[in-house]
């Protein structure tokens, strides 16, 4: 393996309360750099390949200024900055520089990383010449020599466009399929996607039971998870007679609170609907209760909250002419 990749992610205020398992799962893919860059302080042993960077959030608005000092930047809370991730090439490039990396990327501080270089492998990554890997925020990495894509036009889109996205307070997407992504494909990009049957488990938001996004076939069976040190992450589905085992290169729990009811140092545990669970907590539990759906409380209170916190005309309108927008792009 000769291509070296970092991941960055800045990240800022309290991390998820099972963050010290995300290090646990940086831990074993020694063959990706993972830059933090944080105004927490960590105390837990942390492994080689994770780098971190004690910063405020001051410290990267005044970097973003200045690097875009043509722009009346909008950058007014660590959220925003989802939208300018796909920068970040150009951003962190002296980061890029030191760290000597030929694919430069984002990711998520709310997943459980498998064993992301297996994939690689099986995809021949190391011996093509990809332009870009992934297709959503939560993990995306691209050749160095793409660190400008985010500067193209290829329609007339708004939503699209860097200058207007890093211009407006609200949030865009940028990062995701329909901004960057759609922005590389126009370009004719080399990509390595996972359109088709994604390596990764999504996790629905909406939904108490782990069920995924619709771009997975089996996206509709209940399911968990096992982690261990040594093999990375098993999905495992049920579809009412057969249980099938699936590797996977991550796990994202997005907006879910997440009991951890294991000791941090455990080599081996089990992800079910909102736990983190051991060994022999698995062994002890009616699994097929486990995985029966039910009413989940948590997303709707932490929806309405949302909406309190954010509630506004202009918030409104956004959030109403960017739905129309996403609905005719997967139509």
Known sequence: MNKKIGLFLPYFGKFPNYFR???KSVAINPEIQFILITDQNLTA???SNLRVIKKEFKDIQRLIKNKFNKLDISLDSP????????AYGYIFDNLIEKYGLDYWGFCDPDVIWGRISEFLKKKSFYEKNYDKVGYLGHFQFFSVKEKMLFTE????????????VFTHKYAYHFDEE????LIAK??????????DEPPYADILINSYQCYTYKNASDFSLPRYFNWNEQYGLTQVTY??????????IYVHLQKRNMDVKINQF??????????????????????????QDQFYLDFYVNKIEKLIKKFSIGQIKHTYHFQKLLNSYYK
Do not use: A
């Not at 579809?239 to 996977?248: N, V």
């Open 153 to 164: 036009i290829i329609d007339d889109e708004k939503f699209r466009n860097y200058k207007y």
């Open 186 to 195: 126009k370009k004719n990009l080399n990509i390595l996607s996972f359109e």
């Open 79 to 86: 959220y925003k900055l989802c939208d300018f991730r796909p």
């Open 239 to 248: 579809d009412g007679c057969i249980y099938k085992m699936t590797p996977k």
């Open 21 to 23: 398992l995300w290090i």
């Open 266 to 291: 455990s080599k081996e545990y089990y992800i079910i609907p909102n736990e983190f669970i051991s060994t022999d907590q698995f062994h002890q539990i009616d699994l097929s209760k486990t995985l």
């Open 178 to 181: 329909i901004g960057i992504g």
């Open 45 to 47: 042993t942390l492994p």
